[in-house]
């Protein structure tokens, strides 16, 4: 399936896919799930793997074969997914979120088994989850935004010059940071005060990251996929998700109809940042997945 232009098209690049479906446990025996089967996840990391990049597949309760050449790490919850997904974010190229994450958990979980004795079940209350697409493109606009202060320079990303400026910058940064240097550098001090004026959590410590691992490849993720499953209005949610997200491409499904979940077809629309729109006809799972690929391979190139 896989044609021979895009054979090794991903030779040297790492790219995370997560699959499946998270489940919030209520009790020792009992979760709060959904219905993805990983299917879409999987087909993902076959196409990636065969197109020669280096795969981390993050796998929620799927019980598919592991896929060849791919590393599977398995999880359970949506919090070890988002802690195994940026931990394998940090210097991947591109991170495809393909796994149904639960918006809620359980705000307790039971140590044991809930039992029926009395007459009225107690409520089950729920708490929001981190939403995990959304913040990887917050780490990686603060990121962007850190890089831009250290080089003074335009945002990484946008050719070889600016990669070049944000490496000098990073030097700035790095002497201002002693004590003799700092009256020399003048903008470089200027610019590290910046890149630490950050708050405390995910996003401060990319930021202080950014100025440590910047080079000529620019902030990592340098693409980010979402999935968007819709029942109506599908393209105008799937534009406003893309947008509060942050990412560069959102796969949008329609499902009822039986498509999408746990069947082998797929249809999709591919929605850019750019605000350009890419139609995928109905066919199997490893299609759709090759061509989320291709963008991917563009946006990389
Ligand atoms: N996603 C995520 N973390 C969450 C929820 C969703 O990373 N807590 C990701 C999914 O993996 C998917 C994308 O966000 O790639 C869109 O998921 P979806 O459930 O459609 O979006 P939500 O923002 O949760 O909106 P909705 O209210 O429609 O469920
Ligand atoms: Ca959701």
């Not at 802690?83 to 044991?112: G, I, K």
């Not at 999709?268 to 940042?273: C, D, E, G, K």
């Amino acid at each position: 399936r896989v044609l021979a232009g895009r054979r090794e098209d991903l030779a040297g690049r790492h790219v995370v896919v997560s699959a499946g479906g998270t489940r919030e446990a209520i009790d020792p025996v009992r979760f709060i799930g959904n219905r993805s089967s990983g299917l879409q996840g999987y087909a993902l990391a076959r196409t990636a793997v065969a197109r020669g990049a280096e795969v981390t597949l993050v796998a929620a309760n799927v019980t598919l074969p592991d896929p060849a050449g791919a590393k599977v790490v398995r999880v359970e919850s949506a919090r070890q997914l988002r802690d195994a997904v940026l931990a394998a974010a940090e210097h991947a190229d591109a991170v495809v979120m393909a796994a149904a994450v639960a918006d809620f958990r359980p705000v307790r979980q039971s140590d044991t088994k809930i039992k029926k004795s009395s007459a009225e079940p107690d409520p089950i209350h729920l708490a929001k989850n981190p939403d995990i697409l959304a913040e990887l493109g917050e780490i990686r606009r603060a990121k962007r935004e850190a890089y831009a202060a250290v080089g003074g320079g335009p945002a990484i990303g946008d050719g070889p010059d600016a990669a070049r400026e944000t490496r000098d910058g990073l030097g700035a940064a790095r002497t201002a940071d002693g004590a003799g240097g700092a009256r020399e550098t003048g903008d470089g001090l200027g610019a590290a005060q910046d890149a630490e004026a950050v708050g405390p959590g995910a996003v401060g410590e990319a930021r202080a990251g950014a100025t440590r691992d910047a080079g000529a490849d620019g902030p990592y993720p340098r693409v980010i996929v979402g999935f968007a499953a819709e029942t109506d209005d599908v393209l105008a949610n799937g534009r406003a998700k893309l947008e509060r997200k942050g990412c560069d491409l959102l796969v949008v499904n329609q499902v009822g109809e039986n498509l999408a979940f746990g069947t082998p077809d797929n249809a999709a629309v591919v929605l850019t940042a750019e605000g350009g729109s890419v139609d995928i006809p109905r066919g199997p799972k490893e299609d759709l997945a090759d061509v989320v690929w291709d963008l991917v391979a563009q946006r990389l190139a």
